[in-house]
């Protein structure tokens, strides 16, 4: 075959798979996500033209699902340009596309864009929440004023006058509450924690933290990740499972430092390992190699860790 021939054929492949994204098959539709994503930079211009053509809303967010992990500056030009499309699906799955490429951006352009989404009033909470998830990798002092105007969390959140009773109501309700009442129920539960008068008071809060980090984290938020590395690098104990879990689930190399300074203060073995095999799995998901600086720096600083 010659390579007039070859280009043809995988231009023909990558065409079957974008038909496939309206296919009435979840699985279908599901696979040629995936096939998408491994065939990469290549499917770029047909999935730039799928998305900007006259398609069904559900199978334009799944085009630009495909373009999560593309490591090419042109997904996340096209996921950009779809950020005032009219349905939330659709922008929701564009933020998502955009949040690692937030902190690789030498200007402000994608800061600005989706800055200006949190803070708008006049588009859906789901959307405002969805644009803060986006900015959640930022250091927190850049972070903490846009999300101190995210939209209020519903009404009947969890009890805050009983730590037992309040991660009760996050493991019954957690599921269907809203992201902004999930990160609001960290932020009031760590303020709990702080006020509580006993130590053992302060554990079960600290446990219903760890599971509405839990919870976000596995609705692929990030939107609290800032408390879990927080609360790992103050820690010279074991903490609750779901901090773990949160981390192992959504966190990124940003986490690597908060897990090793809690590995290198805990004096409990078991502990230690849990934190060496979530620092690894971090690494593994995000692929970040041994000649990436995090990596480097956090074998440099912390011998032994990974």
């Known amino acids: 075959m010659d390579d007039a021939a070859r280009t043809t054929s995988r231009r023909s492949d990558v065409d079957r798979l974008i038909a496939d994204l309206d296919a009435a098959s979840p699985v279908r539709r599901d696979a040629a996500v995936a096939r998408l994503r491994v065939i990469g930079a290549r499917a770029l211009p047909r999935l730039a033209a799928f998305i900007t053509s006259a398609t069904t809303p559900a199978a334009r967010t799944l085009a630009i699902g495909a373009l999560d992990g593309i ?9 950009l340009t779809t950020l005032d499309a009219s349905d939330a699906g659709v922008v929701i799955a564009a933020l998502g596309v955009l949040r690692p490429w ?14 200006a989404i949190a803070v708008d009033r006049a588009r859906e909470a789901r959307i405002r929440l969805a644009a803060i998830d986006a900015l959640s990798d930022l250091p927190e002092p850049l972070l903490r004023p846009i999300r101190e105007q995210a939209p209020p969390p519903e009404a009947g959140g969890p009890p805050l006058d009983n730590p037992v009773a309040a991660r009760e109501w996050v493991e019954a309700h ?10 609001d129920t960290v932020t009031r539960f760590r303020e709990s924690e702080e006020r509580a008068e006993t130590s053992r008071a302060r554990e079960e809060w600290m446990r219903a933290r760890g599971v509405a980090h839990r919870l976000l984290a596995e609705r692929g938020s990030r939107l609290a990740m800032y408390d879990a590395r927080e609360t790992f690098s103050a820690t010279a104990v074991p903490l609750p499972p779901g901090f ?12 690597l430092e908060p897990l090793a300074r809690a590995w290198s203060a805990a004096h409990d073995a078991a502990w230690r390992a849990q934190l060496t095999a979530t620092a690894l799995q971090i690494i593994a ?6 000649r990436s600086a995090v990596v480097k720096a956090i074998r440099a600083n912390w011998a032994g860790f990974i």
Request: one cysteine or more; a negative charge.
């Open 71 to 79: 490591d090419d500056r042109q997904a996340c030009e096209i996921a």
């Open 102 to 115: 937030v902190t690789k951006e030498s200007g402000t352009r994608l800061l600005e864009a989706i800055t």
């Open 174 to 183: 957690g599921r269907q509450a809203t992201l902004a009442t999930l990160h």
């Open 244 to 255: 773990l879990d949160a981390v192992a689930l959504v966190g990124d190399g940003s986490c």
């Open 285 to 290: 998901r995000a692929k970040l190699g041994g």
